[in-house]
């Protein structure tokens, strides 16, 4: 059974930094791209940012680029999301999905995801 289980979320000021963790089980980690999304209240969920299975091409929405990171360590089967310069507009519930194609900005490209942790930035 996979399970993508989402960490760190929390409250914290503009300006702030926040780093989501999401650990995965159930799949051979290394062979699937990972992505993040987002959603807030009364809004689709979007894209964030997604990477590769090796780490080496990643992609970011233009309204987190420069300010959020994208990484993994395929020894933990964990992805992360370091995200700094924290907006109100942020504010969201954060998921993490896997895909065993490749990196994609399409939430339908991913074959698994997490039950979400929530973010919430004060302004």
């Known amino acids: 059974q996979v399970q993508l289980v989402e960490s760190g979320g929390g409250l914290v000021q503009a300006g702030g930094s926040l780093r989501l963790s999401c650990v995965a089980s159930g799949l051979t980690f290394s062979k699937y791209a990972m992505g993040w999304f987002r959603q807030a209240p009364g809004k689709e969920r979007e894209f964030v940012a997604t990477?590769?299975?090796?780490?080496?091409?990643?992609d970011y929405a233009d309204s987190v680029k420069g300010r959020f990171t994208v990484s993994r360590d395929n020894a933990k089967n964990t992805v992360y999301l370091q995200m700094n310069s924290l907006k109100p507009e942020d504010t969201a519930v954060y998921y993490c999905?896997?895909?065993?194609?490749?990196?994609?900005?399409?939430?339908?490209?991913?074959?698994?995801w997490g039950q979400g942790t929530q973010v919430t930035v004060s302004s």
């Open positions: 990477i590769s299975w090796s780490g080496y091409t990643t």
């Open positions: 999905a896997a895909a065993i194609t490749t990196t994609s900005r399409a939430s339908r490209t991913y074959n698994y």
